[in-house]
């Protein structure tokens, strides 16, 4: 019964990391129905650039006062997430803008070359090993608190939470409250009416990439501070997993991606604990065909079939 | 075979064995000049160029190892020349890029896990040809000593039956997810393609008790280190693995000869049509009666066979595989060659998949020993492949959808299909800026491009099956 419990606080947190980047691939689909591939690189360079930024910039380290640690990650994450924003936008400007108008999967072939180039420039700048940083948030059970000692709840677990949760409320207040997300939606609908309605298409796309690169930048920070490692080819199993959690929970739906992401991070977790780890990512990939084709909306989808 | 009759005075019987062969490739070779000069006087230009090239292809390998390679031992500055392992993995590849095409370029359907059928010829040949299953001792055909262990097939066994297996595990990979379209199904056919190799990975300590099945701790496929020893192809005693040098050169070769005809004959075939018709209208295609599931099914069985068949060659060749050698890369590493080439056109994927294996194993490697002999310092290129190929993947999408050397019919549908309209359409990758822009160079050709749809490829051949009118 512990182990179960703990399986499911570690799934938990695991599918809060999914949820920030498939938020970035459900975005993206809903706006352009690309599958931006490149988008679990951009969260693999958010996480290495928070790692030189928590190294070599701040020198964050666990003996750095608690209200200087607080005020400098999240300067870490302002920083990485602007970055990732910013490689986001300039991916779409160079990439698939160009191919707005071309047959869909020309996109999706230079999504895949942009993969690569991201994944490479990562081996150039940081090498083929493993990076990681050494344990910064201090070593305790919160639950010790509520006097419960046979489950934990890790310092990191709870900073997992105390990222995505507020990022998620965020978007949703920017899509559902705010003119833009009006304009976002307006376009995910139907590109050309929102044109003519006076929605600029284009300011719309690249806003939606800078939101997604944003949100991929901040799973980076949560990566590098939760797991304490990364490596240049993180980004492609880690992107797959994102990609499998937003079609869980049907491709272009918010609420959808979160719920699968937190599915998905479950279905890891006790593949992880009761089957063996490296069947994890065949069982990954078996969910993602059997929903694919049994039932390709998602759990919570929306009118995609004719468009799968 | 049949005694000769009245009817037919001119057909000699056919003797049995071997003299009855060799008899009959003499009666070939001698109606050979005749056919030939029969194909001259209609294709001229073309059957010059196949003549030269097919001459240089057969005497490429030899002028390589007793020229080039020579210069290079005795060089103090040596060139780019590839060695004979990069020359026979220049024809897996082709066989690879020629199967991949019929997938992605005839039917319009993006595989991106179409390395796992690579895999599963190369386990096919490695499970049927080395000492792996050293419980049982079951040698077939085969120059090994009976009663060594494990299974021994021979390699004019395994070509069939990798194509087999690659071809069952196409259509059962196909069955349900064809009726997906464009990405989805690009995204599960990725998924297939990295489930394989984690299971051949990952079935090295297989404990199973399941109904008449009783496996303790049963090493199925190698896990981590793979299949070694796996027997090399074997013809009259002599030895095409990876020690014969150009001897396996010309095996690959051979398989790619049969590769190329076969696909040729398919792309001009009624399958082929249908194939080409779906790839530019699905729902056009099926209302003029072509069956979508069984079209899109054979496309899918037969490109994945020919990924089979170089799955074989691959660890005959190289008496070793392991799942490292099925990466998500090498799927791409086939995608970016018939792009590069020209999606669609078998002579352009051919010219893709020789450029991008000589660039990735024999010019990159050059250039990185080129530059560490300069400085330790500088980065070696052949470990930033992917950095090269992902930027020629932007690059071309952008500038060259569709090759360097595209396809006739490709190139006319490039430049009449309205951009975005081709839905789930790998092939019609054209985008509008480039249409107008050559449109004004082709309008005479637009004329030709008109007459050069299906029906007009139907009386092509119909005038090829007509004896000459035109006389020299």
Not at chain 2, 191 to 209: R, T, W
Request: charged share 10%; with cysteine.
């Amino acid at each position: 019964m512990d182990q179960i419990a703990q399986t499911i606080i570690i799934g938990i947190a695991n599918g809060m990391i999914f949820a920030l980047v498939a938020l970035g691939y459900t975005l993206v689909y809903g706006i352009i129905e690309l599958i931006n591939f490149a988008h679990g690189e951009v969260f693999m360079l958010g996480s290495f650039i928070a790692l030189v930024l928590i190294t070599t910039v701040f020198k964050i380290t666990a003996g750095t006062p608690l209200a200087l640690m607080v005020v400098q990650v999240l300067i870490v994450i302002a920083i990485t997430m602007l970055a990732t924003a910013t490689l986001n936008v300039s991916i779409e400007r160079v990439a698939y803008r160009p191919l707005r108008n071309a047959p869909k999967l020309a996109p999706l072939i230079s999504a895949i070359g942009m993969s690569f180039v991201l994944q490479n420039v990562a081996l150039l700048i940081f090498g083929p090993a493993n990076d990681g940083v050494d344990r910064i948030l201090p070593n305790i059970n919160v639950l010790s608190v509520f006097g419960i000692t046979n489950v934990t709840i890790s310092a990191e677990q709870v900073f997992v939470a105390l990222v995505t949760i507020p990022l998620l409320l965020a978007l949703s207040w920017f899509v559902t409250k705010t003119r833009q997300g009006k304009a976002m939606r307006a376009t995910a609908q139907d590109p050309d009416t929102a044109g003519l309605m006076g929605v600029d298409v284009n300011r719309t796309i690249a806003i939606t990439f800078l939101i997604g690169g944003a949100l991929a930048g901040a799973a980076g920070v949560v990566q590098i501070l939760y797991n304490n490692t990364t490596v240049w080819n993180l980004g492609f199993r880690f992107g797959l997993n994102s990609f499998t959690s937003a079609v869980l929970g049907g491709i272009g739906n918010l609420q959808g991606a979160v719920l699968g992401a937190m599915v998905l991070g479950l279905i890891n977790a006790f593949s992880d604990r009761y089957l063996a780890a490296n069947w994890t990512n065949a069982i990954v990939f078996a969910v993602l065909i059997a929903i694919l084709v049994f039932k390709p909306t998602g759990l919570l989808g929306q009118q995609l079939a004719d468009r799968a | 075979m049949t005694a000769p009759t009245a009817s037919t005075p001119q057909t000699k019987p056919i003797k049995p064995g071997v003299i009855g062969w060799l008899g009959s490739l003499a009666d070939a070779a001698m109606a050979a000049p005749g056919a030939y000069r029969q194909a001259l006087r209609r294709h001229r230009r073309r059957t010059i160029i196949l003549t030269v090239l097919l001459i240089l292809a057969v005497i490429y390998p030899v002028i390589n190892r007793e020229f080039f390679q020579a210069y290079n031992r005795s060089s103090s500055f040596p060139l780019p020349f590839p060695e004979d392992a990069v020359v026979t993995f220049m024809m897996i590849f082709c066989i690879m890029a020629i199967g991949l095409n019929i997938v992605a370029g005839f039917a319009g359907l993006l595989d991106l896990g179409y390395v796992a059928f690579y895999a599963l010829g190369a386990y096919t040949a490695a499970f049927l040809a080395s000492p792996h299953f050293g419980s049982v001792s079951l040698v077939l055909f085969s120059n090994v000593p009976p009663g060594f262990p494990g299974i021994h097939l021979p390699f004019w066994m395994l070509v069939p039956l990798g194509f087999a297996v690659a071809a069952t595990f196409g259509v059962l990979l196909g069955a349900p997810t064809l009726r997906l379209r464009g990405d989805y199904l690009a995204i599960v056919t990725l998924g297939f393609g990295e489930i394989v190799p984690v299971v051949f990975k990952n079935l090295s300590a297989v404990n199973l008790d399941f109904g008449p099945i009783h496996l303790v701790n049963a090493n199925l496929t190698g896990g981590n280190l793979g299949i070694n020893p796996i027997d090399p192809p074997r013809f009259f005693g002599i030895s095409f693995g990876s020690s014969s040098g150009i001897a396996a050169v010309y095996l690959g070769m051979i398989l790619l000869v049969g590769a190329i005809v076969i696909a040729r004959n398919l792309e001009r075939s009624r399958m082929g049509r249908a194939w080409m018709a779906i790839r530019e209208d699905e729902i056009a295609a099926e209302m003029m009666g072509v069956n979508l599931v069984r079209t899109k099914l054979l496309a899918f069985g037969l490109g994945a066979s020919f990924a089979g068949v170089a799955g074989v060659m691959q660890s005959s060749y190289q008496g070793v595989t392991t799942s490292d050698f099925f990466m998500f890369s090498t799927s791409i590493l086939i995608l970016i060659m018939i792009i590069l080439g020209g999606i669609g056109n078998i002579w352009g994927v051919i010219v893709g998949a020789l450029t991008l294996t000589f660039l990735d194993k024999t010019f990159l490697p050059y250039l990185g020993q080129r530059f560490q002999a300069i400085s330790p310092d500088l980065p070696n290129p052949s470990q930033f492949n992917f950095l090269i190929f992902g930027i020629l993947l932007v690059v071309m999408m952008r500038f060259r959808p569709e090759g360097f050397i595209p396809s006739r019919q490709r190139a006319a549908e490039l430049r009449h299909a309205p951009a975005g309209q081709a839905i789930g359409s790998a092939a019609v990758m054209g985008d509008a800026a480039l249409a107008s822009e050559e449109l004004a160079d082709t309008l005479a050709a637009e004329q030709v491009v008109e007459v050069e749809t299906e029906a007009a490829v139907a009386a092509d051949e119909a005038a090829e099956a007509e004896p000459p009118k035109d006389t020299p």
